[in-house]
């Protein structure tokens, strides 16, 4: 059975292991299938970056530990692989790379990259090469919602972008036709900006990766930017109010209860939205509007 829709999957901060969508896509495909939706036809691929970082900031920590009395360790490794990952991901050498300095923005965007190409790939085996490309839904958490909104606006909303666009429509992001961001930080990077600009969403030809004769109102209904976070959650933030044009890209930002008793009364809710019911539900929902239309 051909795939009709693509889904992206990245992970925010955190050391992260191979297979953290697993349980999120299980469960989206369980939904999914309870609205009348055939799972069969949606193609999942996770954009797995942690490895970047993880064995670096392993290393650190133990250098750092081995013959000091530090306490809190715990704490510390969390501190490590959540706030380390948002301290090293810029891109810190514009011009030819340096032997003493890893560029941690571009290694996490060339994985990105890969991700993305190996979707369309899997997409695209045995279609026709007339075919369209198909639409795309994007979800991120945490940290990873600022690399995915960065990726997208290189590749399709920079300068550089519209010089050399992408070498296909769904590698260059312009079939995106749904994001979820859930535990969202991106307004704490914006402090470094004095003009907030967001990637552009709904994509203005979208309805060229629909089929002929879909109408744009049902589209329109169903192309959706949703950002959700926990009150608890002190690494998670609404979109809307950051600025006019956020308003006008994001479609709704939602207050919800990520966790069980135990964990979404406080900051550790920030791990607990992957397979939260508040989460995979509107997100299964989004996924299926859209797949009706195709």
């Known amino acids: 059975m051909p795939f009709k ?13 191979r297979g953290f969508a697993a349980p999120m896509i299980e469960e989206l495909k369980g939904r999914v299938r309870k609205q009348g939706g055939d799972d069969r036809q949606i193609a999942f691929q996770e954009v797995w970056w942690a490895p970047v970082l993880a064995d670096k900031e392993e290393t650190l920590l ?13 704490l510390r490794r969390f501190v490590m692989h959540s706030l380390a990952d948002a301290i090293a991901y810029q891109d810190t050498n514009r011009g030819p790379p340096s032997p003493d300095q890893i560029n941690v923005y571009r290694q996490v965007h060339n994985r990105i990259g890969e991700a993305v190409k190996t ?42 972008a519209k010089k050399k666009p992408a070498a296909n429509a769904f590698e260059g992001f312009e079939t995106l036709a749904g994001i979820v961001m859930f535990g969202c930080n991106i307004p704490l990077f914006t402090l470094a900006y004095t003009n907030l600009e967001p990637i552009r969403f709904p994509t203005p030809n979208l309805k060229a990766y629909f089929p002929k004769g879909t109408p744009a109102k049902d589209i329109a209904e169903a192309a959706q930017w949703l950002n ?44 607990e939205y992957w397979t939260d019911n508040d989460v995979t539900k509107p997100t299964a929902q989004l996924i299926h509007r859209i797949l009706k239309l195709l």
Not at 62 to 74: T, Y
Not at 243 to 251: R, S
């Open 5 to 17: 829709l693509g889904v992206l999957l990245i992970h925010g901060m955190g050391n992260q292991e």
């Open 62 to 74: 133990r250098r750092l530990s081995d013959g000091n009395d530090l306490e809190w360790m715990e």
């Open 119 to 160: 979707l369309r790939e899997r997409i695209r085996a045995g279609m026709d090469a007339s075919a369209p490309e198909v639409p795309l839904v994007v979800i991120a958490h945490s940290l990873g919602c600022h690399m995915i909104s960065n990726y997208i606006w290189d590749v399709r909303d920079s300068d550089d």
């Open 228 to 271: 959700l976070y926990d009150p608890d959650d002190v690494l998670g933030y609404p979109l809307r109010t950051l600025d006019p044009k956020f308003a006008q890209a994001v479609t709704r930002d939602v207050a919800v209860d990520a966790g069980p008793v135990l964990r979404s009364w406080n900051p550790l809710s920030h791990t």
